[in-house]
């Protein structure tokens, strides 16, 4: 149970631009105090601003790169020393990777940004966090995820395809943590297509931002800032949100086997149980 009479600690990863952003400035409004991740510091200083001009208090600022799993376990160090309690930890960092990268671990950069580095930053923090929400995307349609082979989207690579598998993973994740940690609600979502600085390094993407349909960040981190609030009670526990509704994503974002072998595969890939 939340601690109502205590102001509320999140912290948000990927916040230094979009929806993380618009997410942390909604958050502080309201009244919540928040910790803001971001890997570019300029950037994540500049946010930082937007945040205090919002809610009036100074963000505190954590720089972590999740190309770099190193990165992600010194990111639990410093928050667990820092804090004993994070009522919200919320997952929105995230890329999309156009040519096939291996990162310094050796694991395909999107899978690893999107996923194994939320799996083990949330695998590090579990007994400090009160419940999770995860950025997830209707992407997943295009996922192809094999828990025995992490790495497959580097052959024969598709940006999309294998951004697509992170995201069928964020789904997996979220739904097999409420199963095996049921003291920690976890909640995901669909943010819609929101017009960011995700994917600025590719023409292609920056062409889709501009032609698409597209919502603003703040719409996008509607449903993120919901979940972080609303009472548990009153939600899916593992559930898969979209517009603040629950959604029934596909089959294969919700195979329970699936799930458990994902969770095995991404236990032994970063060294946690």
């Known amino acids: 149970m939340e601690d109502v009479t205590r102001r509320r600690l999140v912290v948000v990863t990927g916040a230094s631009s979009g929806i993380g952003l618009a997410a942390a400035v909604a958050l502080a409004r309201q009244g919540d105090q928040v910790v803001m991740v971001g890997r570019d510091p300029a950037r994540l200083t500049a946010a930082g601003e937007r945040v205090r001009e919002a809610g009036g208090e100074q963000p505190a600022l954590f ?3 999740f190309a770099v799993l190193d990165d992600v376990r ?15 930890l919320a997952h929105n960092a995230g890329a999309i990777v156009l040519q096939p990268v291996t990162t310094i671990d050796g694991f395909e950069l999107s899978l690893q940004a999107n996923h194994l580095a939320p799996f083990l930053l949330s695998n590090l923090l579990r007994d400090r966090v009160g419940r999770m929400v995860v950025t997830a995307s209707a992407a997943h349609r295009s996922g192809a995820l094999d828990p025995d082979d992490l790495n497959a989207a580097l052959r024969r690579y598709r940006p999309m395809r294998a951004y697509g598998t992170s995201k069928q993973a964020n789904i997996l994740f979220t739904a097999e943590a409420a199963r095996r940690w049921p003291e920690v609600p976890a909640h995901c979502f669909h943010p819609g297509v929101v017009r960011t600085r995700f994917g600025n390094e590719s023409r292609l ?3 889709g931002m501009r032609v698409l349909p597209f919502r603003s960040p703040e719409r996008g981190a509607d449903t993120l800032v919901w979940l972080a ?3 548990p009670a009153r939600l ?6 979209a517009d603040r509704r629950p959604r ?7 195979d329970r086997q699936l799930a458990a072998r994902l969770w095995e595969a991404s236990a032994r890939a970063v060294g946690c149980g």
């Open 63 to 65: 720089r972590a790169d």
């Open 74 to 88: 010194g990111l639990a160090e410093r928050l667990r020393a820092a804090y004993d309690r994070i009522d919200v």
């Open 205 to 207: 993407v920056a062409w």
């Open 229 to 231: 609030s609303e009472d």
């Open 236 to 241: 899916v526990d593992g559930g898969y949100y």
């Open 248 to 254: 029934r994503p596909l089959p294969k974002a919700a």
